[in-house]
């Protein structure tokens, strides 16, 4: 099955954890964060050290653009 936009699976397809994030937590003692990918739009993996490199080198910033008062209010924030 092909999910696309505009869809009413496409948003909550892009927002389910992917696959694997129960065995990379088992193989590691740190906790895991979900980060958005800004090339694919997917969840993916972070260990802190990577969600630091996320958040202050530029991928989050890169991945909220434009539409950041979009997405928070489309998720009942702002």
Do not use: C, H
């Amino acid at each position: 099955m092909l999910i696309l936009p505009g869809d009413p699976l496409f948003d909550i397809t892009l927002a389910t954890p992917p696959p694997a994030w129960k065995v990379q937590q088992q193989l590691t003692d740190e906790p895991l964060n979900f980060v958005v990918d800004a090339e694919s739009g997917l969840l993916r993996v972070a260990t802190p050290d990577e969600l630091t490199e996320y958040l202050y080198g530029g991928e989050y910033d890169e991945v909220m653009g434009e539409n950041e008062e979009e997405w928070w209010g489309e998720y009942g924030v702002a």
